[in-house]
């Protein structure tokens, strides 16, 4: 079961789509089910408008529960998360148990682009979700494990990319650029607060990447730090990267 936000796809929502079966299928499930626990669907990116994206899944794929949604969002005062009725999480852990049967995992998510800490102030609604779906199935004795797809543990990947990329990166670029084809599962499995490390003229560098995006008609890599070179940029590199994933949500959460 994952979380995920919409943020950063717009209206690339075909492209995302394959993408996420793609991979899926890689890992030996089928499709997933997408679960929008939006209170509002009224939002600027098209493919993600009212029942758009419903729509372009089918049915079988593709559910609503803005009952998990934040009723803050609708401007009601008090604290910065308020779901409108806690209960339904026994609904959405339910969808997650009828999906396994048939080897297919969950996707909740929103439009925040990372999930944050639970109780934190700048935190999603979905982490919050996320504590409630797990001490749900905590009750009822069920294992789970809830992690931003494509869930994982930072991963160090080489990634030869053309001299003038190599260069663009060096000069301060926040995209690697993976072309107009979708990546393969090497690529797109690589969890957000990864490092990528790469080759130019002047030596060897790292990166700290988010996951796999497509906009402007290419697949890329968010680049989310400046390239570090040697064994102390790395070491440092690496102390940033888990830094950043405890700060943004990114560790998976566990029944215990």
Same mark, same amino acid.
């Given at each position: 079961?994952?979380?995920?936000?919409?943020?950063?796809?717009? #209206?690339?929502?075909?492209?995302?789509?394959?993408?996420?079966?793609? $991979? &899926?299928?890689?890992?030996?499930?089928?499709? +997933?089910?997408? $679960?929008?626990?939006?209170?509002?669907?009224?939002?600027?990116?098209?493919?993600?408008?009212?029942?758009?994206?419903?729509?372009?899944? *089918?049915?079988?794929?593709? $559910?609503?529960? +803005?009952?998990?949604? #934040?009723?803050? =969002?609708?401007?009601?005062?008090?604290?910065?998360?308020?779901?409108?009725?806690?209960?339904?999480?026994?609904?959405?852990?339910?969808?997650? =148990?009828? %999906?396994?049967?048939?080897?297919? @995992?969950?996707?909740?998510?929103?439009?925040?682009?990372?999930? %944050? =800490? &639970? /109780?934190?102030?700048?935190?999603?609604?979905?982490?919050?979700?996320?504590?409630?779906?797990?001490?749900?199935?905590?009750?009822?004795?069920?294992?789970?494990?809830?992690?931003?797809? +494509?869930? *994982?543990?930072?991963?160090?990947?080489?990634?030869?990319?053309?001299?003038?990329?190599?260069?663009?990166?060096?000069?301060?670029?926040?995209?690697?650029?993976?072309?107009?084809?979708?990546? *393969?599962?090497?690529?797109? #499995?690589?969890?957000? /607060?990864?490092?990528? @490390?790469? %080759?130019?003229?002047?030596?060897?560098?790292?990166?700290?990447? /988010?996951?796999?995006?497509?906009?402007? %008609?290419?697949?890329?890599?968010?680049?989310?730090?400046? +390239?570090?070179? *040697?064994?102390?940029?790395?070491?440092?590199? =690496?102390?940033?990267?888990?830094?950043?994933?405890?700060?943004?949500?990114?560790?998976?959460?566990?029944?215990?």
């Amino acid at each position: 079961m994952f979380t995920w936000g919409y943020w950063g796809w717009g #209206n690339a929502t075909e492209h995302l789509v394959s993408l996420v079966d793609s $991979v &899926e299928h890689e890992r030996g499930f089928a499709p +997933p089910i997408f $679960v929008d626990i939006r209170i509002r669907r009224t939002v600027r990116a098209i493919g993600f408008q009212g029942n758009a994206f419903g729509d372009r899944l *089918g049915g079988e794929r593709y $559910v609503h529960m +803005p009952d998990l949604g #934040n009723l803050k =969002i609708l401007g009601r005062p008090g604290p910065a998360v308020q779901i409108k009725d806690e209960r339904k999480a026994a609904d959405l852990l339910h969808v997650a =148990i009828n %999906g396994a049967r048939t080897k297919r @995992r969950v996707i909740l998510f929103c439009a925040c682009e990372y999930p %944050g =800490i &639970e /109780g934190h102030q700048n935190a999603c609604h979905r982490a919050t979700v996320v504590g409630l779906v797990l001490t749900c199935a905590k009750r009822k004795g069920i294992a789970l494990e809830l992690g931003e797809w +494509p869930g *994982g543990e930072m991963k160090c990947s080489d990634l030869a990319l053309p001299p003038g990329e190599a260069k663009l990166l060096l000069r301060g670029r926040k995209s690697i650029s993976l072309g107009k084809q979708m990546p *393969g599962a090497d690529v797109a #499995n690589l969890a957000p /607060g990864s490092v990528v @490390r790469f %080759g130019s003229a002047s030596g060897h560098y790292a990166v700290m990447v /988010g996951g796999v995006r497509f906009g402007s %008609g290419v697949w890329y890599l968010p680049v989310l730090s400046a +390239p570090a070179s *040697g064994e102390a940029g790395m070491h440092d590199l =690496i102390s940033e990267v888990r830094d950043w994933r405890r700060k943004h949500g990114f560790e998976p959460r566990r029944t215990t």
